[in-house]
């Protein structure tokens, strides 16, 4: 019998995050760093809301674009943070979740053989949603001596005449990173100066901690029109299984995204759309409360990693923190399965976000401060019996040359 799979999704490999969750789900007493998922739940007024739309017999398709008033919503809520506008009719479309937003607009955009620029370590689908694509994903690696930030001179020496798109994954997953307004505006100018196109995945906008709120490079002159902004519910609202995301950008790519949605999705999830109407109204106050607990495990995390001689910069967004193991002379996925096999703490190898995270743990902090302390005082013991270990394997070589 022929195979009856495509060679294209037999190339693609399995995400590397989930190779530790399904080991961890198999573990008792395990704590797992590794879910990049609020440990909240959805706040209780917008989970009634949801109730409510079942209440009142809102079970019905929404239209492919969805729900009129929840379009609205977000054109009012992207105005109100980012003060860049776009038209609830033909420039905002809602998606299962963030990820569909960005399969949609690489398979509305790519042609065979255009070239997707991707910023790696970064978060796991953009280079297989890519090649599904047709695209060629071409990595830019980023380094812990820039803060894992884009910088312009990595961006010039990836373009070529085949390049069209530029992911844009910031604040980052994994490394925490941001890009400041100052930033962007460099890399603007060299988008307008190659007439390339952004894909800007922004989900971890509104957990930013340092002095500026989150910038959207869509604000900067001259960018809306070659932006598509992508952003959803899941991390500042805590609404990860509502499975909800959206997409703001030009009508001539939004137009070409949702005709892919109609055929593949029909619409998101109706409650959830209801839902997703409330939280953007009158949830200011949750999210300012959950973006306070994160930055107090985030520094608190920093400083006990460190303190454990751990180097680790500082990250400024989203819910993670990517310490260096590389003093451990171990790769990223050697010291992961160790500390979850001799300690029963589960965390991501960096190279589970591109080749160029080796060297490095993803640590989620989307956890209880109780459940933070419990696993760093494991990882303090796994490290100091690790050091412990080079020092004696030192000893023994030191002794081993005197003898001869």
Known sequence: MRNPLSDKIEMIPWSGIRKFFDIVNEMKDAISLGVGEPDFDTPWHIREEGIYSLEKGRTFYTSNAGLKELREEIHNYVHRKYNVSYD???????????????????????????????????????DPCAILADGVPVIIELE???????????????????????VLPFPNNPTGAIMTREDLEKIAAIVEEHDLFVLSDEIYGELTYGDEPHVTIASIPGMRDRTILINGFSKAFAMTGWRLGYACGPEIILKQMLKIHQYAIMCAPTTSQYAAVDALKNSDEDV???????????????????????????????????PSIKRFGMT??????????????????GTAFGACGE??????????????KEALGRIERFVKRLDEETAAKEKNEENAGEAK
């Not at 790519?110 to 953009?126: A, F, H």
């Not at 973006?291 to 989203?318: N, T, V």
Request: with cysteine.
């Open 88 to 126: 609830p009719d033909s420039e905002i479309m809602v998606t299962v979740g963030g990820s569909e937003a960005i399969d949609l607009a690489m398979r509305a955009m790519l042609n065979p053989g255009d070239e997707v620029l991707i910023p790696q370590p970064s978060y796991v689908s953009y």
């Open 144 to 166: 812990e001596k820039d803060q894992f930030r884009l910088t312009p001179e990595k961006l010039l020496e990836k373009i070529t005449p085949k390049t069209k798109i530029l």
């Open 288 to 322: 300012a409360h959950m973006k306070e607990s994160y930055d107090q495990r985030r520094r608190y995390l920093l400083h006990a990693l460190r303190e454990m001689g751990m180097e680790c910069f500082e990250p400024l967004g989203a819910f993670y923190i990517f």
């Open 332 to 349: 990223s996925e050697e010291f992961a399965l160790r500390l979850l096999e001799e300690e029963k703490v589960a965390v991501v190898p």
């Open 359 to 372: 060297g490095f743990l993803r640590i989620s902090y989307a956890y209880s401060l109780k459940s933070l």
